[in-house]
């Protein structure tokens, strides 16, 4: 049950979303965006969030196309991950939500529910990064498309008001080569020890990674570093691990060691898929 009482909202157009946002805040109550509403319900179970109103946009139709438009395949905020796995319609994103959760869970959870979770993995965005996808929000001042990279950088996130609309993919790189691993403390259900997405374009590896920091990743420092052919496979990975943008996360699930341990080894294990020959 969750203890407090919320308005709930179902608009059906990006304009009504942006009004009810702005009506609850105007009486100085908070309004909440929810895609799928797993996180929501679990965290308002336990108190973790509260909230005056929730504002489903699951009732927008932009947010729940998922089609190439002209030369980019377009993904709407409220796509379950499910869907988007099954389409087969981009098996880098497919290969690597197919590892968020159990399969019933990801018939709710949607990518834009993942890309703005309170958890620290957020395994959908590693795709998008090296993707160099784009993102549609909008918000009061209106629709704007920007570089997925500028809400994730930093951790910048969005800004009160804002919602993420669409996620725009530059149809080319659909069929790049790419490799999508991820490893659990216990079974293959579970949050990530570490988890890593990777492709090649041209000779440049380019890869993302959750679970390993505090947040989710890709930085052109680490990239940099693996890809300097001058070195030994070895020496490379050991350069890019002091590239880390933060410390290595040390909990219950794994010690910093131990996931140090484990990305090393999963990046051997990208360096040599996507090699010449293999890729
Ligand atoms: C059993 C289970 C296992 C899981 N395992 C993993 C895992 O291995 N890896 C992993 O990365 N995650 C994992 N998760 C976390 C899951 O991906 C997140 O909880 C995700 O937020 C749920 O998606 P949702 O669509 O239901 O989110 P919601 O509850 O709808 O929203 C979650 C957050 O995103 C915000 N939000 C939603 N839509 C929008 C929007 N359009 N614009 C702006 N903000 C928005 C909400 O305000 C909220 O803060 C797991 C969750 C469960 C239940």
Same mark, same amino acid.
């Given at each position: 049950?969750?203890?407090?009482?919320?308005?709930?909202?179902?608009?059906?157009?990006?304009?009504?979303?942006?009004?009810?946002?702005?009506?609850?805040?105007?009486?100085?109550?908070?309004?909440?965006?929810?895609?799928?509403?797993?996180?929501?319900?679990?965290?308002?179970?336990?108190?973790?969030?509260?909230?005056?109103?929730?504002?489903?946009?699951?009732?927008?139709?932009?947010?729940?196309?998922?089609?190439?438009?002209? #030369?980019?395949?377009? /993904? $709407?905020?409220?796509?379950?991950?499910?869907?988007?796995?099954?389409? !087969?319609?981009? &098996? @880098? *994103?497919?290969?690597?939500?197919?590892?968020?959760?159990?399969?019933?869970?990801? #018939?709710?959870?949607? /990518? $834009?529910?993942?890309?703005?979770?309170?958890?620290?993995?957020?395994? !959908?965005?590693? &795709? @998008? *990064?090296?993707?160099?996808?784009?993102?549609?929000?909008?918000?009061?001042?209106?629709?704007?498309?920007?570089?997925?990279?500028?809400?994730?950088?930093?951790?910048?996130?969005?800004?009160?008001?804002?919602? @993420?609309?669409?996620?725009?993919?530059?149809?080319?790189?659909?069929?790049?080569?790419?490799?999508?691993?991820?490893?659990?403390?216990?079974?293959?259900?579970?949050?990530?020890?570490?988890?890593?997405?990777?492709?090649?374009?041209?000779?440049?590896?380019?890869?993302?990674?959750?679970?390993?920091?505090?947040?989710?990743?890709?930085?052109?420092?680490?990239?940099?570093?693996?890809?300097?052919?001058?070195?030994?496979?070895?020496?490379?990975?050991?350069?890019?691990?002091?590239?880390?943008?933060?410390?290595?996360?040390?909990?219950?699930?794994?010690?910093?060691?131990?996931?140090?341990?484990?990305?090393?080894?999963?990046?051997?294990?990208?360096?040599?898929?996507?090699?010449?020959?293999?890729?």
């Amino acid at each position: 049950m969750i203890p407090f009482d919320f308005e709930y909202y179902k608009p059906s157009t990006i304009e009504e979303v942006v009004h009810v946002y702005q009506t609850v805040t105007d009486r100085g109550q908070k309004a909440m965006f929810i895609s799928g509403g797993t996180e929501f319900i679990t965290f308002a179970r336990i108190n973790k969030i509260t909230t005056d109103a929730i504002i489903d946009m699951k009732g927008i139709p932009e947010c729940l196309v998922l089609e190439i438009q002209g #030369n980019e395949l377009v /993904i $709407g905020a409220a796509v379950p991950l499910n869907k988007i796995s099954d389409s !087969g319609i981009f &098996p @880098l *994103l497919g290969e690597s939500v197919k590892q968020i959760a159990d399969h019933t869970s990801r #018939n709710k959870i949607t /990518i $834009g529910g993942n890309l703005f979770s309170q958890l620290k993995y957020r395994e !959908g965005v590693l &795709p @998008l *990064l090296i993707l160099d996808a784009k993102a549609k929000i909008a918000s009061k001042d209106g629709e704007e498309v920007i570089p997925l990279k500028e809400i994730f950088n930093n951790q910048t996130g969005l800004k009160n008001g804002q919602f @993420l609309v669409q996620i725009m993919i530059d149809k080319e790189y659909l069929d790049y080569p790419f490799i999508s691993l991820k490893k659990t403390r216990l079974s293959k259900i579970g949050y990530p020890i570490a988890s890593v997405s990777a492709l090649k374009k041209g000779n440049q590896i380019r890869a993302a990674i959750s679970g390993v920091c505090e947040y989710p990743f890709r930085s052109s420092k680490f990239e940099n570093a693996l890809n300097d052919e001058n070195i030994a496979v070895e020496g490379r990975i050991t350069e890019a691990m002091k590239k880390l943008p933060s410390g290595i996360v040390d909990d219950f699930e794994g010690s910093a060691e131990y996931r140090q341990f484990v990305l090393g080894n999963m990046l051997e294990d990208v360096i040599e898929a996507l090699k010449e020959g293999n890729a």
